[in-house]
């Protein structure tokens, strides 16, 4: 699975209720898209005091079954609307290590999205391994209902992505961003292996679709 995001900061006198607003209207046409595992609209407010923010974003994060599915969504009407309606932002991408708690994703309110450097001296398998562990953790604890974790090999980062039921006293750190959560569409439930075939052509949406 590829994990996928994008981040579109906004002015600090935005009306992110706008974004909300877009976000009510616009979801359901990520309710049924293709090979998409699912798709978290998140929201961060500079003035929220109980999700704290340095700025006001809109930066949803999503997770594809495959690789040919990420790439259809960047070819696709949906994002020419992004980069339409905000300019086309720098789209990040991980593989991934291990997804947790996706039948209970529908009880996220929140999220928290961690973005390190990996050691020179530490192995893929070493942090893989180190990784799965720490996930398992996390999802012992009561508030979470998610997690994803995933690394990029360019620039050897790894981001986590934990989903909370309810707020678990965030705080702003080096690395770390906390979100709303607007809606999450989730079309994909089976995850079980499907026989390759070649690139579809990505699903036709209106362009302000994002």
């Known amino acids: 699975m590829i994990a996928l995001q994008y981040t579109i900061e906004l002015a600090d006198d935005y009306d992110m209720a706008q974004i909300a607003s877009r976000v009510g209207a616009k979801h359901h046409l990520f309710d049924a898209w293709p090979d998409l595992v699912f798709k978290a609209f998140l ?5 929220d ?16 079954a ?23 932002p720098p789209v990040s991408t991980w593989s991934t290590i ?14 928290r999205r961690e973005v390190s450097a990996i050691p020179a001296d530490v192995s893929v398998a070493t942090l893989c391994q180190a990784q799965v562990q720490a996930s398992r ?6 508030a979470v209902v998610s997690t994803v974790v995933a690394f990029e090999p360019t620039t050897w980062t790894l981001v986590r992505l934990v989903f909370y039921r309810q707020c678990e006293g965030f705080e702003v750190g080096a690395g770390v961003q906390h979100y709303h959560v607007l809606h999450l569409s989730r ?5 079980s292996p499907a026989p390759q075939s070649l690139p579809h052509s990505p699903p036709q949406t209106p362009a302000d679709d994002h």
Not at 66 to 85: H, K
Not at 187 to 191: E, G, H, Q, R
């Open 187 to 191: 079309p994909v439930s089976d995850l």
């Open 66 to 88: 495959n690789a040919p599915a990420q790439q259809d969504f960047l070819r696709s009407e949906a994002f020419a609307g992004v980069a339409q309606a905000f300019g086309r």
């Open 98 to 111: 291990q997804v947790q708690g996706l039948d209970d994703l529908h009880l996220a309110r929140f999220a």
């Open 43 to 47: 929201m961060a407010v500079r003035t």
């Open 137 to 142: 953790r996390l999802m012992s604890q009561p």
């Open 49 to 64: 005091w109980v999700v704290p923010s340095q700025a006001n974003l809109y930066a949803p994060f999503y997770l594809w």
